[in-house]
């Protein structure tokens, strides 16, 4: 009784208004109170991977040590309690996105393995020789790969909106692209290497007005600005739970319920079928219908505690906070002698890349590191964005909830010992 | 910034900077491109064999400060010495890049001026930029019709 009441005073005490408080959400995060090199840890490599609040690990330890089983067969209790604990994930995932219905939910490995299902399984069955597949210039390998080896197979073209220096896309000539031969659209909600935010519900609308269906790549934009899946007009949308601080291995694919019972299932197994003789196997109805073998159990639970503590935070209030911290780091390494910013999109979230006098991104990262901060050099999975943007890497810093301005401070000073050390 | 400092010594800086032997080869004999996959640095390695030893070595292309300088040192060390001179060269200069100075005791006269590099072992994810020269550099000896990636080798 005791402990709940000094609780409560103390989340009033540093908090009266109620409102998101980036302190007291750090403390959450076990992994953030380390030194790195001597340095209070900086972690700013947040579009990579998030770190994880106890309550997720925690989730994640008390199924293992509680109710550890298989689920959808046992018949004692312990395979009850997992299998609830399972579909109440689903239940919760379905929420967060506004799905309408939990069936509509597929897990999977992560945002790669959810495009490259509905690439083997929708593009396999609708896309023909001739036929056109439409992505963008600022999409990540993981949403153009499994597009070239479909249309590869198939025969068909890949067809690729172009992006302004800014980091933009072209929306009139993305219109024009829609053809009478595209068969689908594939789309990042938020670039990973700019932070571009994509107008997803025009998008969607143009896409519509010719009758192509839209896949939308969530993995940068959910952790920052949630996604409703209604209101965006996406038919399909892809996210991973370990960058919205949930554990890695686990991911969503959410369909139009239509369209995933119109699909053929992808791999076989266990779970997705209803009956098999070696004649004919009746499979099983979505999700289940794509989700063969054994699922991660404990990453789905420790997801679901990942969306409820998103949730607790309110997802509008951490979207504001996080849009002061990164426009006051876009102000701040701006301001920076020989700093160049990659990419100055209309509306940006989760990342800023940038680029300091010549020194390779990899040398700023390495330089950083030594100073405590976490960054991430490189091309970031999008060559061909680089190569349009007329560079091979950037340093690209990226936020979370627990970041603050104080962070960006330690950055900035970090950027100036790059200075000094390639002056 | 000690550990820093060990990375980027006088010397890396500067041949990272004004890299020696840059520039295509003219009579070059053997040539191999190598890749870093994960930071798209990108290197191609000329060498002239005469006489089965390596009378002059010279690389183009992009990278960072450690791949750019050792690059520019590698070309100047391996100029007199045939192939087997080369791998076992490699050889120590790898451990040097893996594990540091203390792992080849009377090391520094026998490295020469690839002593510098000593405080690549403190950073894992630099060894592959150390090394991506030298793997092309091989591979151009060996006859490599095909580009070297630093991911093919393992490490």
Known sequence: ?423 | MSELTDLYQEVVLDHGKRPRNFGPLEGATHHAEGLNPLCGDHFTVHAKMDGGVVREARFEGSGCAISKASASVMTGVVKGKTAAEIDALFEKFHKLVTEGPGSLPGAPEELGKLAVFGGVHEYPTRVKCASLAWHALRAALAGAQEPVSTEAEGE
């Not at chain 1, 709940?4 to 998101?20: E, K, T």
């Not at chain 1, 330890?61 to 959808?72: G, K």
């Not at chain 1, 210039?137 to 080896?149: A, D, R, T, Y």
């Open chain 1, 1 to 423: 009784m005791s402990t709940s009441v000094s609780s409560q005073r103390r989340i009033h005490a540093a908090d009266p208004a109620g409102r998101f408080d980036p302190e007291r959400a750090r403390a959450d995060f076990p992994i953030l109170r380390q030194k790195v090199r001597g340095k209070p840890l900086v972690y700013l490599d947040n579009a990579a991977t998030a770190q994880k609040p106890r309550e997720v690990i925690d989730a994640m330890t008390r199924y293992y040590e509680e109710y550890n089983a298989n689920v959808h067969r046992g018949v004692h209790l312990l395979s009850e309690r997992a299998t609830k604990a399972h579909d109440d994930a689903r239940r919760a995932v379905a929420r967060f996105i506004r799905a309408a219905d939990p069936h509509e939910v597929v897990f999977v490995r992560g945002t790669t393995e959810a495009v490259n299902l509905v690439a083997q399984t929708f593009g396999r069955q609708r896309v023909g020789p001739g036929d056109e597949v439409l992505i963008t210039g600022l999409e990540h390998h993981s949403n153009i790969v499994p597009w070239q080896m479909l249309c590869a197979e198939k025969g068909a073209k890949l067809q690729v909106v172009p992006v302004s220096d800014a980091g933009d896309l072209d929306l009139d000539a993305l219109e024009r692209l829609l053809g009478p031969r595209t068969r689908l659209l594939a789309v990042a909600q938020v670039s990973n290497a700019l932070g571009v935010v994509n107008p997803i519900r025009q998008i969607t609308s143009l896409a519509h007005a010719r009758g192509v269906p839209v896949l939308v790549d969530g993995a940068q934009g959910i952790p920052h600005l949630g996604f409703d899946v209604g209101a965006s007009g996406a038919d399909f949308y892809a996210f991973s739970g370990h960058k919205m601080y949930g554990p890695m291995g686990i991911g969503v694919l959410w369909g139009r319920k239509q369209l995933l019972e119109e699909m053929p299932p992808w791999q076989g197994g266990g779970d997705m079928i209803l009956s098999v003789t070696f004649e004919k196997t009746i499979y099983n109805a979505v999700p289940h219908k794509f989700e063969a073998g054994t699922p991660a159990v404990a990453e789905a639970i420790g997801l679901a505690a990942a969306i409820a503590y998103l949730e607790r935070q309110g997802i509008e209030a951490v979207a504001a906070h996080e849009r002061d911290v990164l426009a006051y780091a876009v102000e701040q390494l701006r301001a920076i002698p020989d700093v160049r910013l990659v990419g100055t999109p209309a509306e940006r979230a989760g990342v800023v890349s940038f680029l300091v006098g010549d020194v390779h991104p990899h040398d700023v990262g390495t330089v950083l590191d030594g100073q405590g901060v976490a960054i991430r050099a490189g091309h970031h999975c999008a060559q061909p964005l680089m190569k349009r943007l007329g560079i091979t890497a950037t340093a690209r810093a990226s936020v979370a909830l627990y970041n603050t301005r104080e962070d960006v401070d330690a950055l900035v000073r970090a950027v100036h010992a790059v200075r000094e050390v390639f002056a």
